[in-house]
């Protein structure tokens, strides 16, 4: 079992796609290999923000950083995508915010398998145990749950207001009735942001995975938003992640937990790129729960309020997504995607992908 890496064009599979959606997804790939603008092809993705309001309190989110005004995904703007729903893959409900607290969550997981889409959502696992039963009733096929550590000390420094041992109680459950439905899905994975006080616990972190019954895990670099986070960074520090990076990766094989982790600094496909090739105003429609429409979660940049538009053609093909597209792989791409930090895209050879103060790294929220 091989490490994964950046994952820029590809999404999981892990069922059969309809003859539509196959079509859609591989004239959306030759679509965005070859830079075209004006597309035919749909979105494969859908990007759903349920909101930007959060149950916990980690030392590391950029919501510390800036003035985070609470803001919920309204379920009316689900009817702009019922013309599309026949070639898209997947809805994906995640975003700045703690997606469970939408107050609707689960009509959202039912309006996904109701069009037959795959449903992702990433989740702190605070609220799993009011979800146990719509994850199996509703066919959710992926699920990331975030711990920043193989234990309860480091987990909940950093995650304040998360409760370690609740949210590995949650787990088990899911994974409890998983086995009991005979149920290959939800495909279950947790991801840790690696920073200085956690990072060391990576091969710890894939015994976890394998003794919960875990398919994968993952881990991205610390994004330094706030200069008291400095000390948990993780650049120049290439030949200690090069250790537990090896270390972890053979404990994988070993134990059978795929592992997903960034480049090492210096080693990044993007060699001297401000970030690796972009595709996700091809591959994404991202809306935020602001109402906002932006290229991806990692972006300040709002290019229209899904307002601007009747319809759902109109809006994938505006002057702003063609002037996007256009601009996002060339010299003159907008200064946030220059300062790219998002986790499959940043170029991690350089520093900036690293650090983001000073920069406006989150949109304004409206």
Same mark, same amino acid.
């Not at 820029?8 to 079509?23: F, G, H, M, V, Y």
């Given at each position: 079992? !091989? #490490?994964?890496?950046?994952?820029?064009?590809?999404?999981?599979?892990?069922?059969?796609?309809?003859?539509? =959606?196959?079509?859609? !997804?591989?004239?959306?790939?030759?679509?965005?290999?070859?830079?075209?603008?004006?597309?035919?092809?749909?979105?494969?993705?859908?990007?759903?923000?349920?909101?930007?309001?959060?149950?916990?309190?980690?030392?590391?989110?950029?919501?510390?950083?800036?003035?985070?005004?609470?803001?919920?995904?309204?379920?009316?703007?689900?009817?702009?995508?019922?013309?599309?729903?026949?070639?898209?893959?997947?809805?994906?409900?995640?975003?700045?915010?703690?997606?469970?607290?939408?107050?609707?969550?689960?009509?959202?997981?039912?309006?996904?398998?109701?069009?037959?889409?795959?449903?992702?959502?990433?989740?702190? $696992?605070?609220?799993?145990?009011?979800?146990?039963?719509?994850?199996?009733?509703?066919?959710?096929?992926?699920?990331?749950?975030?711990?920043?550590?193989?234990?309860?000390?480091?987990?909940?420094?950093?995650?304040?207001?998360?409760?370690?041992?609740?949210?590995?109680?949650?787990?088990?459950?899911?994974?409890?009735?998983?086995?009991?439905?005979?149920?290959?899905?939800?495909?279950?994975?947790?991801?840790?942001?690696?920073?200085?006080?956690?990072? =060391?616990?990576?091969?710890?972190?894939?015994?976890?995975?394998?003794?919960? $019954?875990?398919?994968?895990?993952?881990?991205?670099?610390?994004? #330094?938003?706030?200069?008291?986070?400095?000390?948990?960074?993780?650049?120049?520090?290439?030949?200690?992640?090069?250790?537990?990076?090896?270390?972890?990766?053979?404990?994988?094989?070993?134990?059978?937990?795929?592992?997903?982790?960034?480049?090492?600094?210096?080693?990044?496909?993007? $060699?001297?790129?401000?970030?690796?090739?972009?595709? #996700?105003?091809?591959?994404?429609?991202?809306?935020?729960?602001?109402?906002?429409? =932006?290229?991806?979660?990692?972006?300040?940049?709002?290019?229209?309020? #899904?307002?601007?538009?009747?319809?759902?053609?109109?809006?994938?093909?505006?002057?702003?997504?063609?002037?996007?597209?256009?601009?996002?792989?060339?010299?003159?791409?907008?200064?946030?995607?220059?300062?790219?930090?998002?986790?499959?895209?940043?170029?991690?050879? =350089?520093?900036? !992908?690293?650090?983001?103060?000073?920069?406006?790294?989150?949109?304004?929220?409206?």
């Amino acid at each position: 079992m !091989s #490490v994964i890496r950046a994952k820029t064009l590809d999404l999981k599979q892990i069922r059969p796609l309809s003859k539509k =959606r196959q079509d859609n !997804s591989s004239l959306n790939e030759h679509e965005a290999i070859n830079g075209i603008t004006n597309l035919k092809s749909y979105p494969r993705r859908l990007v759903l923000e349920m909101t930007s309001a959060c149950n916990i309190n980690c030392k590391m989110c950029g919501r510390n950083a800036v003035d985070f005004k609470p803001t919920v995904f309204n379920p009316e703007w689900l009817e702009i995508f019922e013309p599309i729903t026949e070639y898209v893959e997947e809805v994906t409900l995640l975003g700045w915010g703690e997606p469970t607290l939408h107050p609707q969550f689960s009509d959202f997981l039912k309006w996904g398998d109701e069009h037959g889409l795959r449903k992702f959502f990433c989740t702190n $696992g605070t609220r799993l145990d009011m979800l146990l039963d719509d994850i199996f009733k509703y066919n959710v096929e992926l699920l990331t749950v975030s711990l920043d550590g193989a234990d309860a000390k480091t987990n909940n420094n950093i995650r304040c207001g998360a409760d370690f041992d609740k949210i590995i109680c949650n787990i088990t459950n899911i994974v409890e009735k998983k086995k009991s439905l005979n149920s290959e899905f939800p495909y279950l994975s947790i991801v840790m942001t690696m920073m200085e006080s956690n990072y =060391r616990q990576m091969p710890e972190y894939v015994k976890l995975a394998a003794k919960l $019954g875990i398919q994968e895990i993952k881990g991205v670099y610390l994004t #330094v938003f706030e200069k008291k986070m400095l000390d948990e960074m993780m650049y120049n520090k290439t030949s200690e992640i090069k250790k537990v990076f090896d270390e972890t990766i053979q404990l994988g094989e070993e134990l059978g937990i795929q592992v997903k982790l960034p480049y090492i600094q210096g080693e990044d496909i993007a $060699g001297e790129q401000f970030h690796k090739n972009c595709y #996700v105003g091809w591959r994404d429609f991202f809306l935020g729960s602001d109402g906002y429409v =932006r290229s991806c979660m990692s972006t300040s940049k709002k290019l229209f309020n #899904v307002a601007d538009y009747t319809s759902f053609d109109d809006m994938w093909n505006s002057k702003e997504y063609i002037d996007f597209r256009s601009k996002v792989n060339s010299y003159n791409m907008d200064i946030p995607c220059k300062n790219c930090y998002q986790a499959s895209y940043a170029n991690w050879n =350089r520093e900036s !992908s690293f650090i983001q103060i000073g920069n406006e790294f989150a949109p304004e929220w409206q």
